[in-house]
DNA sequence: TATCCATGTGTACGCTAGTACACATGGGAT
DNA sequence: ATCCCATGTGTACTAGCGTACACATGGATA
């Protein structure tokens, strides 16, 4: 067990990585700009995260972790009966619904990994996990494509500036189910 | 018309950066080392580009055209007896076999258009290019759909270090072609 | 209680970055 | 022939970076 006289100390410092990467992207990341933003010294970015891979793969993990939830929380993604092109649309029209930034600062960390390995497994995880989830209502091909499709959309609406078309969306993945 | 005593300068510091961008990383991209690679002085990069976003906007579309071009080489794509899933799987291939560093250039470029909106303008000049092309032989939103799964499954082979299945890719492109 | 060491803090160093600017040069327009 | 200015070059400035390190502190353990 731990010992550590702020316990919340490494918490804050990855709370305000995320703030940071939102802000100012990636290439605004520096464990000085951390330390600033969690309100400690640049001492204690350095000591808990040792280099900022370290604290990127932080970042993404839990940034992964809000988005699994999003996605567990939309509980009729399980059941058999609901239209499931159909609810992973909505999911997207909720992804995209309001402020932004915390799904820029996922698609930001998790890009990251086409260029830095120690982001690969995070990423992975992520993708897995994903499929996995859907791979419960149709087959582990399928759910992969599923979430390539997903990924696709989002990244042409993210990059391109193009707004988010939920129908176009449902057509195009009750397709891929077949 | 411009005057200039080394009329291919501006040619050579765009090589120059894509190569720096496929061997240190966007992150790695700087008027000094892009300088150092096209071996000119470091006041002949900032003169011709003058802030690092014009000069990711010049190696994007340089890039961009490259790409295009091997779409275009692929003749099949616009013969309507042709196997369309087929031959898009079998792009995927080409880009994936031997050195992948060309790929990942172009990807990083792409997807630096998260957070840069000067290059938005030209990822989405990619997107819509790929998309027209592939309208030709289906309709505007299956092609729009084919270019997002291409992206999608070319991403997480990338980001996840899985290998590419082309016949993975070409069952999952079939089924959005319908 | 006495000790240890994980944790926290402050400072300094060397490096690289973008930027700015003065000056050189020579091709094209007049 | 002359001049202009797009182009090319070298250098210096300031800012921010990762890193390293010495030292402080106080819970956990024996």
Redesign the interface.
Known sequence: MARRYDPERRQRIIDAAIRVVGEK???GLSHRSVAAEADVPLGSTTYHFKTLDDLMVAALRQANEGYARTVLARGALQDPESDLAAELAALGSEWFAGDRTGL?VE??L??A???RPAL?PV??EW??GFADCLALRTDP??A??L???????C??V?????PYDEG?AR??LA??I?
């Not at 993210?158 to 193009?162: I, N, W």
Request: charged content about 20%; glycine content about 10%; aromatic content about 8%.
């Open positions: 992207g990636i290439a820029e698609y930001e998790y890009l990994a086409l260029r690969r990423a992975a993708a897995e091909v399928t992969r494509a979430v390539a499709l997903i990924d696709g959309i990244l042409q993210l990059l391109t500036g193009a176009y057509e195009v397709r891929v077949g």
